[in-house]
């Protein structure tokens, strides 16, 4: 896991209320790596949807975690706070709700 939180971010991708939102494949991960928590969602479970004549896979079964990101810290003490979630749009909200309240505690 630490792997994936030390690359480095390199060419375009999204900015949210002015921290990276990165993609890759089903792993999704939001926040800066300068303050003390990110988080970190992974798609465990797809369904498919029907609109009009195409079929659309989204998201239905999402692992939400907020990792604290000191390099110092064992690997399995990394997780603050963790939940399964449905939804991508559910488990966005709320892992921003989460991944605020620890930024700012």
Known sequence: MTKILEKTIEGKHLIYRGKP???????????DMEEAHVLFMIVLTNKTIHIGENDVEVPEN???????????IPDHEKIA???NGVGLFEAFNA???WLDRLNNA
């Open 21 to 31: 939102l990165v993609r890759e494949g089903n792993l999704y991960c939001y926040g």
């Open 62 to 72: 999402i692992l939400i975690q907020v990792l604290k990101t000191d390099p110092a």
């Open 81 to 83: 706070k963790q939940l």
């Open 95 to 97: 892992g921003l709700v």
